[in-house]
């Protein structure tokens, strides 16, 4: 509960006001309408570019859910306690996030590298998706709607968490990349930790029947694994990846290229 409060404070704190270099970009985009409604109106939310408007009715969607996660106490507890699977990637390209170019192709030690940078755990939001299922077991992902989360299972590597489900979405709901925030977003947020948002209840699964969540901002996480899909034990050309997983002392699990189920190394 106490966790729940630190979130929903935070969330109502904020108030970040656009510099001038954010007008700028915005002016470039909204180049038919005055800066009063650009400042009230934008919403670049994968760029952290929000007017007053967006970063509201975000908000009202994040309390929203807040709200619901207090009805289900279970539900959130599988989540702290990393019952389920919950999969961050490293690879994974989006419009905003080009992480397989840092880490894939531009690193030998990218779970080495991706710690130094983040921590084992931290109070900021990051995206993950997750499934309804514990660690080890078929997430059923032909059951589900996936967009990232077809990709990240199926696909590359990354960490296995665990966390406060701050927002559960059905599928991409283009959330803040914190790598492509403006330096004055992130110093706003550096004491209470980065956030992120979304768009309206309607994103958002239901606690009580769910398969599997396409996004999900986890807040407060830890990393709990690492998961490495089987292409690349097969593939000499990518034998660092596996090699300093297994250096960092974490649960290794391989990754079905096909299905996604895991399995522990």
Not at 106 to 115: A, H, R, V
Not at 140 to 149: F, K
Request: charged fraction near 30%; aromatic fraction near 12%; hydrophobic fraction near 35%.
């Amino acid at each position: 509960m106490k966790l729940l409060r630190e979130t929903v404070r935070r969330l109502i704190l904020e108030n970040y006001e656009f510099t001038e270099e954010d007008m700028a970009k915005l002016r470039d985009i909204y180049f038919y309408e005055s800066d009063e409604w650009i400042r009230q109106n934008a919403d670049f939310r994968g760029l952290g570019l929000q007017g007053k408007e967006s970063i509201g009715r975000d908000k009202t969607a994040m309390r929203q859910w807040h709200e619901l996660m207090k009805q289900h106490p279970e539900f959130v507890q599988d989540f702290m306690q990393g019952r389920i699977q919950i999969l961050h990637s490293l690879t994974y390209s989006g419009d905003y996030s080009r992480k397989a170019d840092m880490y894939d192709r531009g690193s030998k030690t990218p779970f080495t590298d991706w710690i130094k940078k983040f921590g084992m755990k931290s109070k900021d939001q990051i995206s993950c998706c997750a499934a309804n299922a514990r660690i080890g077991e078929d997430p059923s992902l032909h059951e589900w709607q996936t967009s990232n989360a077809s990709s990240v299972y199926k696909q590359g590597y990354g960490f296995l968490m665990k966390g406060y489900p701050a927002f559960a979405a059905k599928y991409d709901i283009m959330t803040q990349t914190l790598s492509a925030l403006p330096d004055t977003l992130k110093d706003f947020h550096k004491n209470s930790g980065q956030v992120k948002r979304s768009d309206s209840m309607v994103d958002a699964i239901d606690p009580d029947n769910w398969q599997g969540i396409d996004e999900l901002i986890l807040d407060n996480w830890q990393i709990i694994g690492i998961y490495v899909n089987e292409w690349y034990l097969d593939n000499p050309k990518r034998s660092h990846v596996w090699k300093d997983a297994k250096s960092l002392g974490l649960p290794c699990y391989i990754a079905d290229k096909d299905y996604g189920t895991m399995e522990q190394f």
